[in-house]
């Protein structure tokens, strides 16, 4: 069975009376030690499938399981568990991951001080941890006096304190410069071969992306999937811009009237359509950022600012 299993999973939120959908039915699953890096626009709902992974929320509908617990039934006591010992979690804001009035050292050992860990056994992982994220001359340094890629790297031995199996990371080097983004994702490789994680990790940089195993595609609450590894001889593209489809994807586009292509910035998709009145939508979508989320899009359409 697979290390994380999502079938048609939803996730809806309630908001002043109507309800946002930023998951519609995600089906996906992930072997233990491997790495997947999710893309996609702001708002695509990234965010939202990780915290139900990390047992941080819970699904609207839907399955979801991981290391074989299924998440839905864990509840109390059993939750607070998987949360401090099968997870490591790491975010985008560095602020949100350490706490300021402690060192990198005390920030390390307070998740084994929840677990239950003896003050010998966590001071003792913690400063291999800390030597592990190359940090060790900054044991005794509050975050305010390390930089953002520092704090990262303690953010990570924080995310490690408890042996977790899964480490997810919500867009962690998103504040981060190119050459400090780089090397907290090198630091990342090593750490999953050291300590045989499964890495599921979310990212709108596809330098970033490149470091997994595996990419997938989040938008508007719908994941795509990457068909072109499933064939023996996967599709190129000839001198006269043809391209052979895999017949999984040319059942897709079989009855539509036309296909659109749309040039995205993580490639192009091949889109169909059915009639006229479908093309004027997409054209004025088209025409506003793709990073604006999906309800955003729809207000501007319709004209209706607040001012
Ligand atoms: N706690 C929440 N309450 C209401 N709406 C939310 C909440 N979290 C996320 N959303 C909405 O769900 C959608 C997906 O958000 P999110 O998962 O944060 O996307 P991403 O991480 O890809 O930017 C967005 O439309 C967002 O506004
Ligand atoms: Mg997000």
């Not at 994702?185 to 750490?191: N, P, V």
Request: neutral net charge; charged residues 25%.
């Amino acid at each position: 069975m697979s290390f994380i299993l999502c079938k048609q999973v939803v996730k809806a939120y309630a908001v002043s009376g109507h309800e946002i959908v930023a998951l519609r039915g995600i089906d996906f699953e992930m072997e233990q030690g491997e790495m997947v890096a999710i893309i996609g626009p702001s708002g695509a709902g990234k965010s939202s499938l990780l915290n139900l992974l990390g047992g941080l929320d819970t699904p609207t509908a839907g399955q979801l399981s991981v290391g074989g617990q299924n998440l839905l039934e864990l509840k109390g006591k059993r939750l607070a568990d998987y949360r401090l010992n099968k997870i490591g979690f790491i975010w985008q804001q560095v602020s949100q991951n350490l706490l300021a009035h402690r060192t990198a050292l005390a920030n390390v050992t307070l998740p084994m001080m929840l677990a239950g860990a003896s003050p010998w056994q966590r001071r003792k992982r913690a400063k291999d941890l800390l030597a592990a994220v190359d940090m060790s001359a900054h044991n005794h340094k509050r975050p305010g006096q390390l930089s953002g890629g520092q704090q990262q790297r303690v953010a990570i031995a924080v995310a490690l304190a408890n042996q977790p199996q899964l480490l997810l990371a919500d867009e962690l080097t998103g504040a981060l410069d190119r050459a400090n983004a780089v090397a907290v994702m090198d630091l990342i490789s090593d750490l999953r071969e050291k300590y045989g994680l499964t890495v599921l990790m979310v990212t709108h940089d596809l330098e970033m992306a490149a470091y997994a195993d595996r990419v997938l595609t989040l938008r508007d609450g719908a994941l795509a999937q990457d068909m072109s590894g499933r064939e023996s001889d996967p599709p190129k593209l000839d001198t006269e811009g043809r391209i052979k489809l895999p017949q999984t994807v040319q059942s897709h586009l079989a009855d539509a009237h036309r296909i659109a292509v749309e040039i995205r910035p993580e490639g192009v998709l091949l889109r169909p359509e059915q009639d006229e009145d479908d093309n004027t939508e997409a054209l004025l979508q088209e025409m506003l950022p793709q990073d604006t989320p999906p309800e955003k899009r729809r207000l501007r359409l319709f004209g209706r600012k607040k001012k």
